[in-house]
């Protein structure tokens, strides 16, 4: 069981970090020119707002876990200012659900963070290379070329308005490119900091993540949906194989799957950090 949790532990900081970047978009009309228009589309934008949505089952045994984790966010561009609200599930086991509240501002040169955690505020001054998975702006800049084998499928309504879906696949060559250029990878090598774990080759072999696109008729990506079932399984494979505790052996991933809804681009009303966490005391870590 304390195997189980580290493993999970570590898998899902992994699903975590690739939920930031993750669901960048693209769509043909031919698909180079979609390409290229939707990246000049997204270079305009100053703010939008997002909601990503993870969803996962995870079983060993006769043990299985459930877990849902939402993820808002408003996102003001330059300077950069960033309202985050997760949302993790767990089940009971794991203490129910969790929420935690995060503020990210740039003031006299420095980035700052700002983290509500069981109702104590903390603040902590980092590099704005270490928030960049947080840029939905960027991260859909990045991902804009990572969706090949595109076809379209038909239009649909998403907040509201028709939007043109396009099925595809990511490879695991194109995820790894994505995350080295987020600097995720920087983060995944922290986090395995001491472990028989390299971060490199973590995203060699894995399988191909199915996703589908939505594109609006103004030409930006409002919606994408990921199953990332197979490569999660590749993973925790090799999560297992990195611990050396055959005991995980049997953990299989049963459904992973992230959905990533983008809205009002550029029209996003403006929030205040609240006072209390802008005179959090400074931490360092």
Excluded at 187 to 195: P, T, V
């Amino acid at each position: 069981m304390n195997c189980y949790k580290k493993l999970m532990s570590l898998f899902l900081a992994i699903v975590m970090l690739l939920s930031m970047v993750a669901c960048g978009s693209t769509s043909k009309a031919a698909p180079e020119e979609v390409i290229k228009a939707a990246e000049a589309k997204m270079q305009e934008v100053k703010n939008l707002e997002s909601e990503k949505i993870v969803n996962m089952s995870v079983s060993m045994g006769e043990q299985s876990l459930d877990l849902k984790t939402t993820i808002n966010m408003i996102n003001f561009i330059d300077p950069m200012k960033l309202k985050i609200i997760t949302t993790m599930d767990m089940g009971e086991e794991f203490g129910g659900p969790q929420t935690n509240e995060f503020y990210v501002d740039e003031m006299d040169g420095n980035t700052n963070i700002y983290m509500n955690i069981m109702d104590n505020w903390y603040k902590q001054t980092v590099s704005k290379e270490q928030l960049a998975q947080y840029d939905s702006k960027e991260s859909v800049t990045t991902y804009l070329d990572s969706t090949t084998g595109l076809k379209e499928v038909g239009t649909e309504q998403v907040n509201g308005a028709n939007a043109t879906r396009y099925d595809g696949v990511v490879t695991s060559a194109k995820m790894k490119e994505a995350v080295k250029a987020t600097g995720t990878l920087e983060n995944l090598q922290s986090i395995f900091a001491g472990l028989n774990i390299d971060t490199e080759t973590l995203y060699d072999g894995l399988s191909d993540i199915s996703v589908s696109i939505w594109i609006d008729e103004e030409g930006y990506p409002v919606k994408c949906e990921m199953d990332m079932t197979a490569m999660g399984q590749d993973l925790i494979t090799k999560l297992i194989q990195a611990s050396g505790d055959t005991s995980g052996a049997e953990m299989t991933i049963d459904k992973m799957t992230l959905s990533f809804m983008n809205k009002n681009f550029n029209q996003v009303t403006e929030f205040e950090i609240p006072e209390e966490a802008k005179n959090a005391s400074e931490v360092n870590v």
